[in-house]
């Protein structure tokens, strides 16, 4: 957050010295032109610079959110010509300033060392007021295989714009 702030005091220091520059080259006439102008360009970027910041510590402070992971259920269709596993989970998000709505990047793990299986899968779902379903469908390589042998894992990697999440912000029930 500190960056931050210096990068956007640095940015409106550089640009008013630019403007205080071109003013006092000028005459009186354009003098009292460019100062208007000039604070009327002042005021507008002092808005759109307190909305970043807004926006910067409205992003920040979301290190706080807290993605559960509950009512995990995983099942095999050994189907005619590829079996096919089945991931269904609920998520909830928890903490305080939860966006409304946001995308949510999951990944699905499934490994097995004894049948020599190792698979991931990727898939974006919407979060409404910090609740979604997970749900994932993945072929597997071989029949006669237990939902018991594999070590499944759903895991949420980033949220919204790129927003990683930490391994600490991650709960299992």
């Known amino acids: 957050m500190i960056l931050t702030q ?18 006092a080259a000028c005459g009186d006439e354009q003098h009292n032109a460019l100062q208007n102008s000039f604070d009327d360009l002042k005021q ?14 409205a992003l920040e402070q979301n290190d706080e959110l807290e993605f559960v992971i509950y009512s995990l259920n995983h099942s095999i269709n050994d189907q005619l010509f590829q079996p096919l596993l089945t991931s269904q989970a609920r998520l909830r998000i928890e903490g305080d300033q939860v ?11 499934v490994k097995s060392e004894k049948d020599n299986i190792s698979l991931a899968a990727r898939q974006v779902f919407p979060v409404v007021n910090g609740r979604s379903k997970l749900e994932f469908r993945q072929p597997l390589p071989a029949h006669g295989l237990k939902v018991e042998n594999l070590e499944i894992t759903l895991k949420p990697l980033n949220w919204y714009q790129g927003e990683v999440i930490a391994e600490k912000q991650i709960q299992y029930q």
């Open 99 to 109: 966006p409304e709505t946001l995308y949510l990047d999951v990944a699905l793990e």
């Open 6 to 23: 210096r990068i956007l005091t640095a940015c409106k220091w550089g640009w008013i010295g630019g403007c205080l520059l071109v003013i």
């Open 44 to 57: 507008s970027q002092t808005e759109q610079l307190a909305q970043l910041d807004k926006r910067l510590q």
